[in-house]
């Protein structure tokens, strides 16, 4: 049974009725509060307050203030006019009933109303993002497609000049080569034609031009190169010995491994501002390395890791980079930017063959130590048992997946995987 409030306080103007309720140490998020137009509940339990008002007041534009110890609540009234009581003065408990029976139903209405009002107006929010988001889509593809079609014509375009150009070049030499022959017909035609209106002192100038015409033919004969003559060059290559047999040779995926490695050395990025102040030997990924190396033996795993950074700043393609850098981070803590890192290294090492297993060993042990440092120890046994897989021999390897295992079916203690 509650506690009714009689404590309370009350003031009025001819548009507003103010009402004082003593809270008497509930906290503030305790308090609930109801109204209607004809009813006003306030409850902290124990206690409880409620007025059957004596007038009906504008429960939309009604507020209540709750802080320092009292609820003030402001009720609006329908009709500008001065109220003699709070609430009405009868003891008819049916009619309070009803009352309260009346303006429950309306404020679960309300509060109904006001939820199917947020929910629809949270779906047309999503909708209009939704909306939003497939016209900016729409746009962003039609954009794209505007530059295809455009790249596709200018492509087009110089294809054309291209033939066009080609075309000429094909009958400006057609043109260079047939101009000898007209030139020699032109040279017969013409020698003919001295000899059928000459006479024989004029047959015999032309016998005389038909010799010199012959000795500057013989002439540049003789003037021409003789052919070259044929014959083999000998290329031999030293071959390749690879530790598996033949029926299971893995010659492209070696052949690829050092493709990789090579391009890997190659490729460097030297536009960098903080090595701008470094020495044109020290702006080398290889140089960081080592001294990221150096640094990590020596126990500043900070500044191995700032090496390291530099280093994947040069090549983002080394990758002994990322599996050192997640060695660092183990002893550091940062376990899962170990995890990426040597999952990083992983993706590099492809594809896997002999050259690099021992790497391959190395970064799914330190990705398994992670995993298991951060008790996910079915990733972890994962990792042990690849590395595993190609370093059978190791006996400190055997241990540590077996231990992994005895945790997993609860036989052991939890070790600390290093």
Not at 231 to 256: D, H, K, M
Not at 386 to 403: F, G, H, I, V, Y
Request: proline share 4%.
């Amino acid at each position: 049974m509650p506690l009714l409030v009689t404590d309370y306080s009350w003031t009025q103007t001819e548009s507003t009725v103010y009402i004082s309720v003593p809270l008497k140490g509930a906290k503030v998020a305790k308090v609930d509060i109801m109204c209607t137009d004809e009813y006003l509940k306030v409850n902290f339990s124990p206690y409880l307050f409620e007025a059957f008002l004596f007038e009906p007041v504008d429960d939309v534009r009604s507020t209540a203030k709750v802080g320092s110890g009292v609820a003030v609540i402001s009720l609006p009234k329908r009709t500008n006019q001065v109220w003699e009581h709070l609430m009405i003065t009868t003891n008819d408990k049916e009619k309070k009933k009803e009352v309260r029976e009346r303006a429950l139903l309306k404020y679960q209405e309300k509060v109904s109303s006001e939820s199917r009002s947020k929910a629809e107006k949270r779906h047309a929010e999503k909708k209009y993002a939704l909306e939003t988001m497939m016209k900016l889509e729409k746009e962003e593809r039609d954009s794209i497609q505007k530059m295809k079609d455009s790249e596709r014509e200018k492509t087009t375009a110089e294809l054309a000049a291209w033939q066009l150009t080609q075309k000429e070049k094909a009958a400006e030499e057609a043109q260079l080569k047939l101009q000898p022959q007209r030139d020699h017909q032109n040279e017969l035609k013409a020698a003919t034609q001295k000899q059928e209106n000459g006479c024989s002192g004029g047959g015999k100038v032309k016998l005389d031009r038909r010799g010199d015409s012959e000795a500057k033919s013989k002439k540049k004969q003789v003037d021409l190169p003789a052919p070259r003559l044929g014959g083999n060059i000998q290329v031999t290559f030293t071959p390749r010995v690879f530790p598996t047999a033949l029926r299971e040779s893995r010659v492209p995926e070696e052949e690829e491994w050092l493709r990789k490695q090579a391009e890997a050395r190659r490729a460097v990025n030297a536009d960098i501002d903080e090595l701008k102040d470094l020495k044109e030997t020290e702006r080398n990924a290889d140089w960081l390395k080592d001294k990221g190396d150096k640094c990590f033996t020596a126990g500043d795993y900070l500044g191995a890791v700032n090496a390291y950074n530099l280093a994947l700043r040069l090549n983002r393609t080394i990758p002994a980079l990322y599996s050192n850098r997640a060695a660092c981070h183990l002893k550091l803590r940062n376990l899962h930017k170990a995890i990426e890192d040597s999952s990083q290294a992983l993706d590099l090492l492809t594809p896997p063959v002999a050259a690099n297993a021992a790497a391959r060993t190395r970064a799914h042990v330190r990705r398994g130590s992670a995993f298991c440092q951060l008790q996910l120890y079915a990733e972890g046994l994962q990792d042990y048992e690849a590395a595993l897989k190609m370093n059978p021999c190791s006996e400190e390897l055997q241990a540590d997946t077996q231990r992994i295992r005895d945790i997993i079916q609860g036989t052991a203690a939890e070790p600390e995987i290093q």
